[in-house]
């Protein structure tokens, strides 16, 4: 198909959603590291998660070989209300520009939680409900994964307990509201409702709060309470096994035009989103079918995969999570105050960190100022209002496509624009108002955080 005649969105039909999830494990030579317990240091079973998960995400948790996993007719018909996602030629943002290069953006903030993560959340909902249980727990930083969760379990009516970093409950009480809309609970966190959480504050009055230590509540909640159980909106191998529909989608949709892109970029919080995206393009590059150039953007604020260590951490802050080997800055590493561009968590998906680590993908950093300065030169050619978060990608592919000027390269550059930024205002309002600073952690700074990593010694799986 010629440039000409490729459309401004690339639509698949409601047919063409995913009726299977791709399991990028299965064609990893090098699996990603097991979680293991904090005590034995022994690879988890799924009898010991069963308390904190659901069943049927334990199972696909330690799933390191099936390929393809059916998307159960429920989630599939819940799909049908806001995918499949277009995939956008960003035409103005090219010429702009004034690149060569081609833009494509896979769209995941057409549903009302306004981000990718309601693909996982409605997955995890739904096998929280088929095992009978009377709800679920979870901890939320910017308020995405608590609104795709509380969407996703009163579809399916059952309770949903939101744990939610403080200094995003009291800056974002629109997101709070949102998730009450939809039945959820929420709870600032640190609170005195857990005793993790009153040990944080005692140990650090006035904290502002952290994901970490979120988790560390939301954790505690659903082991101490009868028929609940812990999920969990990024970093586990299940949630990239559903995020990959954004993957499959896109891929199916290049093929409908005949193009393959050359770059894939996206945003790296804990990793959902991008390993969503690459999955069935890794698997190709695995398989020595294909070859893509896969970059990861984090924030220079919360630089895990390019400064961290490549370690067992815990997931959390109060330590209560089995361990996982990951890139990490350590789970007591709190981004600066100044930063508000989201993806602050001090850890990386397993699958992702072992992929980075075998050379498969690369990872870069933005600072925040230029983020918000790529978000805005983005909506204004392309209308979309982006997330924070999604605008660490579009940084990286403005950059890409501005390289392809000089050297007047035509390659097809596809990054994911994870979600919208309505709830990003007080962000947004910092940036105009020529209030956004960048800090970057200083050597010391990721010390401090280091030497919390417990020793694991060398235990090798
Ligand atoms: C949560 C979120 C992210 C980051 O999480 P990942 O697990 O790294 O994808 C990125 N963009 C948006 C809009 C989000 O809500």
Same mark, same amino acid.
């Given at each position: 198909m010629s440039n000409?005649? /490729?459309? =401004? &969105?690339?639509?698949?039909?409601? #047919?063409?959603?995913?009726?299977?999830? =791709?399991?990028?494990?299965?064609?990893m030579k090098n699996k990603p590291a097991p979680l293991i317990h904090p005590g034995t240091h022994k690879p988890l079973s799924v009898e010991e998660m069963e308390p904190i998960f659901c069943r049927e995400l334990c199972e696909q948790e330690l799933d390191n *070989?099936?390929? %393809? /996993?059916?998307?159960?007719?429920?989630?599939q018909d819940f799909y049908k209300m806001y995918r499949p996602s277009p995939l956008v030629r960003a035409y103005?943002?090219?010429? &702009? !520009? #004034?690149?060569?290069?081609? /833009? =494509?953006?896979?769209?995941?903030?057409?549903n009302t939680s306004g981000s990718h993560k309601l693909n996982s959340a409605i997955a995890q909902a739904y096998y929280a409900k088929n095992q009978g249980l009377k709800g679920v727990t979870t901890e939320t930083g910017a308020g995405q994964w608590g609104t795709a969760l509380s969407m996703a379990c009163s579809y399916f009516d059952i309770d949903c307990k939101v744990y939610m970093v403080k200094v995003s409950y009291e800056q974002k009480p629109f997101r709070r509201e949102v998730m009450r809309t939809y039945g959820a609970d929420v709870t600032p966190s640190p609170s005195d409702t857990t005793n993790v959480g009153r040990q944080i504050l005692k140990e650090f009055p006035g904290t502002t709060g952290s994901l970490g230590c979120a988790i560390s509540e939301a954790v505690e909640a659903a082991t101490s309470t009868e028929g609940y159980r812990y999920? %969990?909106?990024?970093?586990?191998? @299940?949630?990239? !096994?559903? @995020?990959?529909v954004i993957g499959v989608e896109a891929k199916k949709a290049f093929e409908k035009i005949g193009v393959k892109p050359d770059v894939i970029i996206g945003c790296a919080g804990g990793g959902s989103n991008l390993g969503g995206l690459i999955s069935p393009f890794m698997g190709e590059k695995l398989r020595g079918e294909a070859d893509y150039r896969i970059i990861a953007v984090e924030p220079a604020s919360c630089p895990s995969l390019t400064r961290g260590k490549f370690v067992y951490d815990f997931c959390d802050t109060g330590h209560v999570t089995p361990l996982a080997k990951m890139y990490t800055l350590g789970s007591e590493f709190i981004p600066?105050?100044? $930063?508000?561009?989201?993806?602050? =968590? $001090?850890?990386?998906?397993?699958? %992702?960190? @072992? %992929?980075? $680590? *075998?050379?498969?993908?690369?990872a870069r950093t933005a600072e925040q100022t230029s983020v918000f300065e790529a978000a805005e030169e983005f909506a204004r050619v392309e209308g979309i209002l982006p997330a924070p978060e999604s605008s660490h990608a579009i940084r990286a592919a403005i950059d890409e496509a501005l390289k392809c000027k000089e050297t007047g390269e035509e390659k097809n550059i596809l990054f994911g624009l994870t979600g919208t930024g309505y709830f990003d205002l007080v962000a947004y309002q910092k940036y105009n108002d020529g209030e956004m600073s960048d800090y970057i952690p200083t050597d010391e700074d990721l010390e401090a955080g280091f030497a919390k990593i417990p020793d694991t010694g060398d235990v090798q799986f």
């Open positions: 000409k005649e /490729i459309p =401004y &969105k690339v639509y698949l039909s409601e #047919d063409e959603i995913p009726k299977e999830w =791709y399991n990028v494990r299965a064609d *070989d099936t390929r %393809l /996993i059916p998307i159960p007719k429920e989630i103005c943002l090219e010429k &702009k !520009l #004034d690149t060569p290069a081609h /833009i =494509y953006y896979k769209f995941e903030g057409n999920v %969990l909106g990024s970093v586990l191998n @299940q949630v990239l !096994l559903h @995020q990959s600066s105050a100044n $930063h508000a561009g989201g993806l602050r =968590y $001090h850890g990386m998906s397993p699958i %992702l960190s @072992q %992929l980075y $680590h *075998d050379g498969y993908m690369e």
